[in-house]
């Protein structure tokens, strides 16, 4: 429950330092890239861009890989794995 509490607020953490990093490497490598460096609220947007691309490629794989897992039916646990449940 509390590791649910404290997941939007560390993918918040998460957003805004991986927008200050994007900026900072956007500017170490603008002349190489030939480009201008970008300020923040550009990286902001950018990294928006790039997690919006990427999430569900990421969703795509956790999915595909994911390891069994336990379910409770009628009282007694057991065990299901992903081709279990893809047969249904």
Known sequence: MIRAMLAIPA???GYFFSAWILMIFGGI???DLGTKPFGYPTSLVLTIAIWLAI???VGAIARSQ???FLIRSTGHWRTVDAEARMER
Do not use: H
């Open 11 to 13: 993918a918040g953490l």
């Open 29 to 31: 490598l603008s002349d």
């Open 55 to 57: 999430a569900p490629v």
């Open 66 to 68: 994911r390891i069994p």
